[in-house]
């Protein structure tokens, strides 16, 4: 799987939206951005995940660049409850085979 | 329960003692994935089942660790010997094995403690 590349911390505040970028150089055509974040004591959960189209659910927008070389994730109005470490991750989909985590960026929400 | 379920939470013990971790995954998931994570680290792989064969376990760091899942559904992580350096949290996920996303659910992790 491809390596990822993110800034380790940001900081942003509440109600403002949270904009985190993940270079992703050596992508592949088969493989898939995920994003995961993972709160204090807790275990990782999904975010979102895209190919190369724009995508957006409920907790967040993810934008990929045409090259698919980068992308970022966009929590649109941050919230104390955001803060967390957020992993951008790809992989080949269609299988079922391991994520491989780096160390993510660590995003404050502060008031 | 709805999400992927891990015992015990927390578990001490000593050098040399023998650990059994266990984790219930979501009904029905058949890929099932054991992580461990120290502190400040992102997680780490360490094997994933899918079904009962362990399909890939290239993250296991040495035979003093075994992860079994005889009926495709519980799985058990099995550490001989522990050393302090095991000390980390256990997280396990599973996921439906289907084509296009794969989305893994995790647990809240097992947090092991060898003194």
């Known amino acids: 799987d491809a390596k990822t590349t993110q800034p380790p911390s940001m900081d942003c505040a509440e109600g403002r939206a949270a904009n985190l970028p993940c270079n992703h150089s050596?992508?592949?055509?088969?493989?898939?951005v995920y994003w995961y974040r993972q709160i204090h004591s807790q275990g990782p959960q999904y975010i979102i995940h895209g190919l190369k189209n724009n995508e957006t659910n409920e907790m967040a927008s993810l934008i990929i660049t045409e090259d698919r070389k980068s992308s970022t994730l966009i929590l649109p109005h941050a919230t104390l409850r955001d803060t967390a470490v957020y992993y951008c991750?790809?992989?080949?989909?269609?299988?079922?085979?391991?994520?491989?985590f780096g160390t993510g960026t660590r995003l404050q929400v502060t008031l | 329960g709805a999400g992927v379920s891990q015992t015990p939470s927390n578990k001490v013990t000593e050098k040399g003692k023998y650990v059994e971790l266990r984790c219930d995954p979501i009904s029905g998931h058949t890929a099932l994935y054991w992580y461990r994570q120290s502190l400040g680290q992102g997680p780490e792989f360490l094997i994933y089942?899918?079904?009962?064969?362990?399909?890939?376990d290239s993250g296991l760091p040495n035979d003093r660790f075994f992860a079994v899942r005889p009926e495709g559904s519980v799985s058990t992580l099995k550490i001989q010997r522990t050393e302090r350096g095991d000390s980390a949290v256990y997280l396990c996920?599973?996921?439906?094995?289907?084509?296009?996303?794969?989305?893994?659910?995790f647990g809240a992790g097992s947090r092991l403690t060898v003194l």
């Open positions: 050596t992508i592949s055509g088969n493989e898939y």
């Open positions: 089942f899918q079904g009962t064969g362990a399909a890939d």
């Open positions: 991750i790809v992989r080949v989909d269609g299988t079922a085979s391991k994520l491989t």
């Open positions: 996920a599973s996921s439906l094995r289907r084509s296009g996303a794969n989305v893994l659910t």
